[in-house]
Every structure is written in C-alpha cells, then in structure tokens.
C-alpha cells in the first residue's frame, strides 16, 4: 500500500472535511430547529433591518430541514438512490473487488462483504480506498483469513472522485479493468457512475447502512448528502467517460514512474 506520507494535500480533502463537519452539524436535529426558530423570531424582538426576510428564511429553511428529515422522506429518497443499482450477482470473473472507506462506523459491513466475496471466488484479490479507512480495512479483512498478498489499497483519497482517480492510477496500469464495487447503498450510485466513467467495469455490491451505530438522524442526513453530492458530479461532468490520471499517485518506494493519461471506456 503507498505510503500514508506520499499522499497529496489537496483542496478536495480539505472541502471534504469541511463538508462531512456540517453533515455533523445537521445531524443535531433538535439543535438545528431551535437554531432556525431563534433566527425566525428574533429579528422581530430585536427589530433588526430585513427582519421579514430574515425570518421568512428561516422559516423555509426549517421547513426544508424538517420535510428532509422525515421517515417518508428518507424511505423515498433511500428507494430512488438504490433502485438504478442492478440487483444481478456479482461475476465471477471480476479482476478486483474494490472496497471504498466511509468511516468507522461503516467499516464493519464492508469487511464482510469483501471477505465473502473473496471467499467465493469472485474476484482473486481486494483492493480498499480511503484516506483514514484503507489501513483499518486492510488490518480487519486480514484477521478474516484473507492473505496480505492478496490485499492492496491507497490511504488518500478524500473524495468519491478522489476514489476512482486514485484507484485508477493504481489498478488500471496492472491490467485491471472488471471490478466488483463494495460500498452503501446511497453512496453506491455516485460511485458507480463515476467509476464507469474512468473506464472500469463496473458490478456493484450495496452494502446496508446500519442504522443502529449511525443512529436515525446521521442516516436521513446521508441519504440527503448523496442527493447533492449527485448534483454536483453531474454538474462537473463526473458521469461521462474521461481521461484517468495514471500519474496521479506515483509510489517512489515501488520504483513506479509517473505514466501518461489512460481514456476511459465509453
């Protein structure tokens, strides 16, 4: 695996930590709605300018915040992310299964998965993405049995794109193109898409979110992020066939050398 001290310091993980911190925040539900209604009543009690903005704002924020966070809102939301996911089985022949980091939490189920399928012979080795999660994962897919030979991964990435790019750099020079794609249900669909888009093959295993370490309301939440993280790479043109970086994470203790773009399959 590369070293943890090669990995670049870029914007990207720095506006991922700003993000997954306000995705904290929102997680307050009860915080959240006396924060709202406080900025809803109190510019009439200070007699602040633009108070009737101020609070219709707020108003429709809390309105937002609250319609978001309802059980018929996250099974809906839950149901349109997960029902474009294929429900076939894996194949038997995929090159790698790829495993991507998304906490501690989520950890568990993903070391599950990835030691089951190895187990089956779906794919002959494992490879883990994530900055922060990739040396857990790694660490716990070993004590399942699997051997270290057949483990690989990058601790870098910060970002679903980061994900696949670095991922890419790594797995597309060896001659891996079919892979089996282990993450969540609601992140599943972003990464597929982007996955496909720098030219792998791409089988999705959805993994169940569990809900009784994540709790209720860090579950609605995730589903919501997706939503916007959805919008934003398609709005970036993430889904759509493009150049991999095969340079991106050069590894000077393996001897790699940095190589030139490889295109992605349509």
Same mark, same amino acid.
Not at 59 to 80: E, R
């Given at each position: 695996?590369?070293?943890?001290?090669?990995?670049?310091?870029?914007?990207?993980?720095?506006?991922?930590?700003?993000?997954?911190?306000?995705?904290?925040?929102?997680?307050?539900?009860? &915080?959240?709605?006396?924060? /709202?209604?406080?900025?809803?009543? /109190?510019?009439?009690?200070?007699?602040?300018?633009?108070?009737?903005?101020?609070?219709?704002?707020?108003?429709?924020?809390? $309105?937002? %915040?609250?319609? !978001?966070? $309802?059980?018929?809102?996250?099974? *809906? @939301?839950?149901?349109?992310?997960?029902?474009?996911?294929?429900?076939?089985?894996? &194949?038997?022949?995929?090159?790698?299964?790829?495993?991507?980091?998304?906490?501690?939490?989520?950890?568990?189920?993903?070391?599950?998965?990835?030691?089951?399928?190895?187990?089956?012979?779906?794919?002959?080795?494992?490879? *883990?993405?994530?900055?922060?999660?990739?040396?857990?994962?790694?660490?716990?897919?070993?004590?399942?049995?699997?051997?270290?030979?057949?483990?690989? +991964?990058?601790?870098?990435? $910060?970002?679903?794109?980061?994900?696949?790019? %670095?991922?890419? $750099?790594? !797995?597309?020079?060896?001659?891996?193109?079919?892979?089996?794609?282990?993450?969540?249900?609601?992140?599943?669909?972003?990464? /597929?898409?982007?996955? &496909?888009?720098?030219?792998?093959?791409?089988?999705?295993?959805?993994?169940? /979110?569990?809900?009784?370490?994540? +709790?209720?309301?860090?579950?609605?939440?995730?589903?919501?992020?997706?939503?916007?993280?959805?919008?934003?790479?398609?709005?970036?043109?993430?889904?759509?066939? &493009?150049? *991999?970086?095969?340079?991106?994470?050069?590894?000077?203790?393996? +001897?790699?050398?940095?190589? @030139?773009?490889?295109?992605?399959?349509?």
């Amino acid at each position: 695996m590369i070293d943890l001290t090669a990995c670049p310091d870029t914007a990207a993980s720095h506006w991922a930590g700003f993000t997954w911190q306000t995705f904290d925040a929102l997680t307050h539900y009860k &915080r959240v709605i006396v924060t /709202l209604l406080a900025f809803a009543i /109190l510019p009439w009690i200070g007699k602040l300018p633009f108070k009737r903005w101020i609070s219709a704002l707020s108003l429709v924020t809390l $309105s937002l %915040y609250v319609t !978001l966070a $309802s059980p018929l809102s996250t099974t *809906v @939301g839950l149901k349109a992310l997960t029902l474009p996911i294929s429900e076939a089985a894996p &194949r038997h022949d995929a090159d790698a299964i790829v495993v991507l980091g998304r906490g501690d939490e989520l950890q568990p189920t993903r070391v599950d998965a990835a030691t089951a399928l190895w187990q089956q012979n779906r794919a002959p080795r494992i490879f *883990v993405s994530g900055r922060g999660d990739a040396p857990k994962l790694i660490e716990q897919i070993a004590e399942r049995g699997v051997p270290a030979a057949a483990i690989d +991964g990058e601790p870098c990435s $910060s970002t679903t794109e980061e994900n696949a790019q %670095y991922t890419a $750099s790594i !797995l597309r020079p060896q001659g891996v193109q079919r892979i089996i794609l282990v993450t969540d249900g609601p992140h599943m669909l972003r990464s /597929l898409l982007t996955f &496909r888009s720098l030219g792998f093959d791409v089988t999705p295993y959805a993994t169940q /979110l569990p809900r009784e370490k994540l +709790g209720r309301n860090r579950s609605k939440f995730l589903i919501a992020r997706e939503y916007m993280g959805i919008v934003s790479y398609g709005v970036l043109g993430r889904f759509f066939p &493009r150049e *991999v970086a095969i340079d991106a994470l050069p590894s000077p203790e393996r +001897g790699e050398q940095p190589m @030139g773009p490889v295109r992605g399959a349509a």
